[in-house]
């Protein structure tokens, strides 16, 4: 007898999405809007004005009890016990390999309390590893992702933009005194809101973390806020040619269950000297190991995921995670994994573009970074 094939999921603003026009795609098992008007113009105006984004199929995790703190530093990567309330940190869930389960983002709302955000797809791996390393400690772990919508406003103007949202209040920090990698608490008409200073475009922005009954009109209110400071939706495929010129990894594509976080760069977000955590014994990459580089060329033809990297002579030295032709740049950009022996920029390297080999120069992440 055949599987029954999974229904596709929709967040709270599909309504929305369709009014607007948008073009669907499946991610991780949602339709979500992969473009409302054109990839091109809802990219420059996340880099010249503002774009809001539909993020709701990403998953929510709370961590409360008197061990959270402790329990974080065991369960992540970081050190999670040291993060001060009101912050965020970035983060990865590790395997008892090394290997990367999910990057998340970790926010501590209380002494005692954590809101960890996850990858859409990873929700059922993420629940799962969180909740067997619970087991026996002072720590309550639940699954809240289906009880609250994300709206990510980005650009140079977000936050004028959500500063006038009507209907958001009682922020507990003033406009203009939210950091980076923080949060503030408010409500909107009354109930609560949460508003991160975190994105994934590399421009400033907030993602708002609202109710998911609340989410359509919190939508609404946002774009007629944004009308005079050139506020656009904008969809999937723009958020990857951001994301991929900030030089932020992709889960499924620079990072994966078989990659070690040195290998993608990340080795940083370890804190190898913690008494234990999990992964503790796997984090450092098998000697060989490709390693994660950035890469730039000239020209119009841009390498895509799963392109090779190769040598003058054709020999295959590593493959393309992801590659865009960087609407801000106008030129081909790259991520790709390369034999660490040919990462220093010793080696002339070549994009593999459909059978055309095309000159390639190691490039340090990121390829784009917003001015201050």
């Known amino acids: 007898m055949a599987d029954t094939p999974t229904p596709p999921r929709y967040t709270p603003l599909r309504e929305r999405h ?7 795609t499946d ?11 054109s990839d091109l113009a809802e990219h420059h105006a996340v880099r010249e004005a503002a774009g809001i984004f539909d993020i709701s199929h990403m998953a929510e995790f709370t961590v409360e009890g008197a061990g959270a703190g402790d329990y974080l530093d065991y369960a992540l990567a970081g050190r999670l016990s040291a993060l001060a309330v ?25 002494e005692d ?15 799962t590893a969180l909740q067997e390393r619970a087991d026996g400690i002072d720590v309550r772990v639940e699954d809240v992702s289906d009880a609250y919508a994300l709206i990510a406003v980005q650009g140079p103007n977000a936050e004028s933009i959500v500063a006038a949202i009507d209907g958001i209040e009682d922020v507990s920090v003033p406009w203009g005194d939210q950091k980076y990698y923080a949060w503030a608490s408010a409500n909107y008409h009354g109930r609560p809101l949460l508003l991160a200073r975190t994105g994934y475009t590399g421009e400033d922005g907030f993602e708002l973390l609202v109710l998911a009954e ?6 609404d209110a946002a774009l007629a806020a944004g009308a005079d400071h050139g506020l656009v939706p904008a969809g999937l495929a723009a958020r990857d040619t951001l994301r991929l010129e ?20 990340l080795g940083r977000v370890v804190v190898t000297d913690k008494e234990r955590f999990v992964g503790q014994g796997g984090v450092t990459a098998s000697e060989g190991a490709r390693v994660l580089v950035g890469l730039t060329a000239e020209g119009r033809r841009a390498g895509r995921a799963e392109y090779a990297v190769v040598t003058e002579d054709g020999a295959v030295i590593g ?14 950009v790259a991520m790709a994994y390369v034999d660490p022996a040919v990462s220093d920029g010793s080696v002339p390297l070549f994009l593999d573009v459909r059978g055309t080999k095309i000159p390639a120069a190691l490039t340090a992440l990121p390829f784009y970074r917003r001015k201050k």
Request: proline content about 5%.
């Open 86 to 110: 009101g912050k965020a940190k970035y983060s990865l869930l590790l395997a008892e390999d090394g290997g990367i389960i999910d990057d998340v983002i970790v926010y501590r709302l209380d």
């Open 113 to 127: 309390r954590f809101l960890i955000i996850s990858n859409a797809g990873n929700r059922d791996a993420v629940r």
């Open 18 to 24: 369709e009014a607007l026009g948008a073009s669907f």
């Open 246 to 265: 900030a030089g932020m990894p992709l889960y499924g594509h620079e990072l994966t269950r078989e990659t070690k976080p040195a290998q993608a760069g």
């Open 214 to 219: 609340d989410a359509a009109d919190l939508w």
């Open 319 to 332: 493959e393309i995670t992801s590659g865009a032709l960087s609407p801000t740049l106008g030129h081909p």
């Open 27 to 37: 991610f991780g098992g949602w339709q979500m809007p992969v473009r409302y008007t």
